[in-house]
């Protein structure tokens, strides 16, 4: 029987680079829509081969991390600085019910695929456009990455490391897509719900998401907050030790979490052999720990205590009293986690040419659809002909185009 798409019947066109609009259409993809990745005839997506900067593989017929996010998607291979490639592109775009892109307006409007150009032709269409700064304001125009406009113009990788005016730290590095992949969750949302509206009224929308926004919304109790005097980063002795990570006796991390503070810290305290802590008046509330003076050396004696056992022998004494925690994972520990493996967070996919590698998952579900497939990314230009042929295209035609270069098709 077949698999139960809730997007069977959309049609996609993404124009993206990177990972922010590519992750949305892996998304939508994973959801039953029919997502066109449009590439140029040069190359395609640089996120091709930018794999190769991590030492992971980037081959045509194993690519990994470029899978990750175009998975479940065809691809064509279109010139659009041509007059010819602009033409099959609105071809294309006759039935669709979504264009999807990260490329700024300047570019797009170079290539005819501007908002108020499409618009005008296809009074149906949901357009998503994501951006680095903003559609408007002096930097509407200016180009945004992950890097900097999520993290570094978000307030994130300076107010998380740096003290003051002190000369002993530096900014933290941030972790690679994050930005642009929370953001991919967004423009699904709200595209997907432009397309529901244009249904129903027969009018198309523009849906658009900058990397600086959405960084200043997740970070909205801290930006509020600031105002008021809460400042970033804290540093070790005076922030909360009930939600700190504490180095095991193992050399793992442990990190326990007090979720109600009077129903939970007896319990955490008991745990600790600290019961002389309990019903102590300088550790009444949680607000006493933003003291200095009664939060060093309760963190000094947490810490001592905490390295007399493994990380796993503390994360079962504080599981089995109910409380919340936690042992700190790296990365490469994901790939093997049972739970990741039993969600199908993660999956591991055999190729034809008879490599395997372990993928990530999206993390939407859907109880009727259950987990949706996973095929790899395609190729560049694996589906143009095929594609152009749904189009209306004849053989004669789309021979004069590849023999022209104005399409590619992969061999």
Same mark, same amino acid.
């Given at each position: 029987?077949?698999?139960?798409?809730?997007?069977?019947?959309?049609?996609?066109?993404?124009?993206?680079?990177?990972?922010?609009?590519?992750?949305?259409?892996?998304?939508?993809?994973?959801?039953?829509?029919?997502?066109?990745?449009?590439?140029?005839?040069?190359?395609?997506? #640089?996120?091709?081969?930018?794999?190769?900067?991590?030492?992971?593989?980037?081959? /045509? /017929?194993? /690519?990994?991390?470029?899978?990750?996010?175009?998975?479940?998607?065809?691809?064509?291979?279109?010139?659009?600085?041509?007059?010819?490639?602009?033409?099959?592109?609105?071809?294309?775009?006759?039935?669709?019910?979504?264009?999807? %892109? #990260?490329?700024?307006?300047?570019?797009?409007?170079?290539?005819?695929?501007?908002?108020?150009?499409?618009?005008?032709?296809?009074?149906?269409?949901?357009? $998503?456009?994501?951006?680095?700064?903003?559609?408007?304001?002096?930097?509407?125009?200016?180009?945004?990455?992950? #890097? %900097?406009?999520?993290?570094?113009?978000?307030?994130?990788?300076?107010?998380?490391?740096?003290?003051?005016?002190?000369?002993?730290?530096?900014?933290?590095?941030?972790?690679?897509?994050?930005?642009? %992949?929370?953001?991919?969750?967004?423009?699904?949302?709200? %595209?997907?719900?432009?397309?529901?509206?244009?249904?129903? @009224?027969?009018?198309?929308?523009?849906? !658009?998401?900058?990397?600086?926004?959405?960084?200043?919304?997740?970070?909205?109790?801290?930006?509020?907050?600031?105002?008021?005097?809460?400042?970033?980063?804290?540093?070790?002795?005076?922030?909360?030790?009930?939600?700190?990570?504490?180095? $095991?006796?193992?050399?793992?991390?442990?990190?326990?979490?007090?979720?109600?503070?009077?129903?939970?810290?007896?319990?955490?305290?008991?745990?600790?052999?600290?019961? /002389?802590?309990?019903?102590?008046?300088?550790?009444?509330?949680?607000?006493?720990?933003?003291?200095?003076?009664? $939060?060093?050396?309760?963190?000094?004696?947490?810490?001592?205590?905490?390295?007399?056992? @493994?990380?796993?022998?503390?994360?079962?004494?504080? !599981?089995?009293?109910?409380?919340?925690?936690?042992?700190?994972?790296?990365? =490469?520990?994901?790939?093997?986690?049972?739970?990741?493996?039993?969600?199908?967070?993660?999956?591991?996919?055999?190729?034809?040419?008879?490599?395997?590698?372990?993928?990530?998952?999206?993390?939407?579900?859907? =109880?009727?659809?259950?987990?949706?497939?996973?095929?790899?990314?395609?190729?560049?230009?694996?589906?143009?002909?095929?594609?152009?042929?749904?189009?209306?295209?004849?053989?004669?035609?789309? =021979?004069?185009?590849?023999?022209?270069?104005?399409?590619?098709?992969?061999?």
């Amino acid at each position: 029987m077949e698999q139960y798409k809730p997007l069977k019947g959309v049609k996609v066109v993404e124009l993206s680079l990177m990972v922010a609009s590519a992750s949305c259409g892996r998304m939508m993809a994973d959801w039953g829509a029919d997502v066109i990745k449009l590439e140029n005839t040069k190359g395609g997506d #640089n996120f091709r081969k930018w794999p190769l900067s991590i030492g992971a593989p980037a081959d /045509d /017929d194993f /690519d990994p991390i470029f899978d990750n996010l175009n998975a479940n998607k065809r691809a064509v291979s279109i010139d659009t600085r041509t007059k010819e490639g602009q033409e099959i592109v609105y071809r294309l775009l006759e039935d669709a019910d979504v264009f999807l %892109t #990260n490329l700024r307006t300047e570019a797009l409007r170079k290539q005819g695929l501007d908002y108020d150009t499409l618009k005008e032709k296809f009074p149906k269409l949901v357009m $998503c456009q994501l951006d680095g700064y903003g559609p408007k304001g002096e930097e509407a125009g200016r180009p945004g990455y992950d #890097n %900097t406009a999520f993290w570094a113009r978000g307030g994130f990788m300076y107010s998380q490391a740096v003290y003051g005016d002190s000369n002993d730290t530096y900014p933290v590095y941030m972790p690679m897509g994050f930005g642009d %992949t929370t953001c991919a969750l967004g423009m699904m949302a709200a %595209t997907v719900s432009a397309v529901l509206s244009a249904r129903q @009224t027969g009018k198309g929308d523009r849906v !658009s998401l900058s990397l600086y926004g959405t960084a200043a919304w997740l970070a909205n109790i801290l930006v509020s907050g600031s105002q008021y005097g809460f400042k970033m980063p804290k540093r070790r002795e005076n922030s909360s030790p009930f939600g700190a990570p504490f180095k $095991c006796s193992d050399g793992r991390w442990f990190m326990p979490q007090v979720v109600v503070f009077n129903r939970d810290t007896p319990i955490f305290y008991h745990l600790l052999g600290a019961d /002389d802590m309990i019903g102590d008046p300088r550790y009444a509330t949680r607000a006493q720990f933003n003291d200095v003076n009664i $939060c060093r050396p309760v963190i000094e004696r947490f810490e001592k205590i905490f390295a007399t056992k @493994t990380a796993k022998e503390w994360y079962d004494m504080f !599981s089995a009293e109910g409380l919340c925690c936690e042992i700190l994972a790296r990365y =490469e520990d994901v790939l093997t986690d049972p739970q990741a493996i039993a969600n199908d967070f993660v999956y591991k996919m055999k190729y034809d040419n008879g490599q395997e590698a372990t993928l990530v998952r999206t993390c939407l579900r859907s =109880e009727r659809m259950g987990t949706p497939e996973f095929n790899r990314g395609p190729m560049l230009g694996e589906h143009t002909v095929s594609i152009l042929k749904e189009a209306g295209y004849s053989d004669e035609e789309i =021979e004069k185009y590849l023999s022209e270069g104005i399409i590619r098709q992969h061999d």
